[in-house]
């Protein structure tokens, strides 16, 4: 298998086991949503603001490697039209199961985001980009992406790695990496993840990943921090997350 399948087996076993981004939203949640009161996460912890979207309801919104039944379903509580894109069939089952739970529509399609993305031009109003492209080895790609099946004046929310966790050991006391961590490169760090079971994951710039967001064509309008959420790093406040606001002109 390729790297994009073995990360796809990872992340549906991953789901099986409980992991914090494979668990839907609850009916209590989706109810609370319909009543206006939600947030949603592109980062482990800070909600991302209300004013980065606007007005949703009516608009076309693409959840790009956003599968888990966890964001989709709150942009369809509020009245917009929803198509999730992931590679994971555990995710996209989850999606499956939370939108005939509520009785509401979407799209769903099972597809690797490392290739062109199966929508024409200007296809969409907004994309929803949550922490994933760390299991991707190009992004500049994605971005390119982004920018062409969004509608002019439209708005990309992405969430992406600092690199930092990449270059700490597990108790995020010692630096022991070089960057960039590229497993398909380094053997070692390719039989550190194996090792751990943790796929095929790959550190970024922020040359390729706010560079690379301005090289496509976006503005960048809005950005925060965030931490892990949890263990030294967190307890240190060192941000290792970015989340951005961006839009096609």
């Known amino acids: 298998m390729n790297y994009q399948d073995i990360n796809a087996s990872t992340i549906d076993r ?9 668990k839907p939203i609850s009916h209590e949640t989706f109810l609370a949503a319909m009543r206006g009161q939600w947030d ?15 007005e949703l309801k009516g608009k076309r919104i693409l959840g790009l490697a956003s599968g888990g039944g966890q964001q989709m379903p709150i942009f369809a509580a509020l009245g917009a039209e929803c198509t999730v894109l992931d590679y994971s069939e555990r995710q996209l089952a989850s999606e499956r199961m939370v939108a005939e739970r509520e009785g509401y529509a979407i799209s769903i399609v099972r597809a690797d985001m490392t290739k062109p993305l199966p929508f024409p031009d200007e296809t969409f109003d907004l994309i929803f980009h949550p922490v994933s492209n760390c ?3 190009e992004v500049r790609p994605v971005w390119r992406e982004c920018w062409r099946v969004l509608k002019p004046g439209g708005t990309l929310l992405s969430g992406v790695d600092h690199y930092v966790n990449f270059i700490v050991d597990e108790d995020e006391r010692e630096i022991v990496n070089h960057l960039p961590f590229d497993p398909l490169a380094d053997a070692a760090q390719r039989s550190k993840l194996e090792a751990d079971g943790a796929g095929f994951q790959f550190s ?10 301005l090289e496509a064509g976006f503005t960048l309008l809005s950005l925060y921090e965030d931490t892990n959420g949890v263990g030294r790093l967190h307890e240190l406040n060192i941000p290792t997350f970015l989340a951005m606001r961006s839009v096609k002109g």
């Open 135 to 137: 299991y991707i080895r």
């Open 14 to 22: 991953w789901v099986e086991e409980g992991w914090e981004w494979g």
């Open 204 to 213: 970024h710039s922020l040359e390729e990943q706010i560079g690379g967001q």
């Open 40 to 54: 949603v996460l592109l980062t482990p912890t800070k909600p991302v603001p209300h004013a980065w979207f606007g």
